[in-house]
């Protein structure tokens, strides 16, 4: 695959790529409607570029949810006006060592706060008009279609549908449901590994005792122990 790049959040894409399984599952699809002859592997690079933007997707969407976006601009209002307070309150002989480290550099700074308030507060308020809830489209698994539909477009040379008349007419449809099982099933396991390493490291930390007659007690450590990373 080559380098990470930075997608427009300025988020380097995710290095997920399809499992050999899921690549053969797809070239066989491929051949069964004819599509065997082809150079298939500028294709498969285009779906391994969508399963990438897929869980990059992903991860922007879990961490820049409406509440966690009101929450961290909201501490950075509070953090902006207290620095504000700090300025206003300052003693004119600290006035004057800030202007002569560099000429106006009491006023520069204070101006600069006063636009950080304005700017973060402005965006709060955007922020504030978020909605609520999650919207109802799954946007990772859509930017991912995205990319399946320019793959199959591009270097397999087919208009893709959502038409099922002809024998290639489904092929937007097949691919693109082994791709969400995919993603699916790799998003399953992310969890499954961390939640194993999680019982991993407390179980390390635990302890066992022996008692007669061969009887073992598990004294397994606390949550408060071992914090989740």
Avoid: W
Avoid at 10 to 15: D, N, P, Q
Avoid at 32 to 54: C, Q, R, T, V
Avoid at 109 to 124: D, K, P, R, T, Y
Avoid at 198 to 221: C, D, N, S
Wanted: glycine share 6%; aromatic share 4%; net charge neutral.
């Amino acid at each position: 695959m080559a380098a990470r790049e930075l997608g427009p959040s300025g988020v380097a894409l995710s290095e997920s790529r399809l499992s050999d399984d899921t690549t053969e599952h797809l070239r066989l699809l491929l051949e069964s409607k004819g599509l065997g002859d082809k150079n298939l592997d500028p294709f498969f690079e285009g779906l391994d570029n969508a399963f990438s933007i897929y869980f990059s997707c992903r991860k922007i969407d879990q961490a820049s949810r409406p509440p966690k976006v009101r929450k961290n601009l909201q501490a950075a209002s509070d953090a902006a006006r207290k620095c504000l307070r700090k300025l206003e309150q300052l003693d004119g002989n600290s006035k004057i060592l800030l202007d002569e480290a560099r000429p106006g550099n009491f006023r520069d700074l204070f101006h600069n706060a006063v636009e950080a308030v304005n700017s973060i507060e402005a965006a709060l308020a955007e922020a504030n008009r978020l909605p609520t809830t999650r919207p109802k489209m799954d946007y990772p698994k859509q930017q991912m279609a995205l990319a399946v539909r320019h793959a199959i477009e591009q270097h397999l040379g087919i208009k893709a549908t959502s038409t099922k008349e002809s024998k290639r007419g489904a092929i937007f449809n097949d691919v693109l449901s082994v791709m969400v099982g995919a993603a699916e099933q790799a998003s399953s396991k992310a969890n499954k590994d961390r939640e194993v390493h999680k019982l991993t490291r407390r179980a390390l930390k635990g302890e066992v005792r022996e008692h007669g007659g061969g009887a073992l007690e598990f004294i397994p450590a606390s949550t408060a122990d071992t914090p989740d990373e």
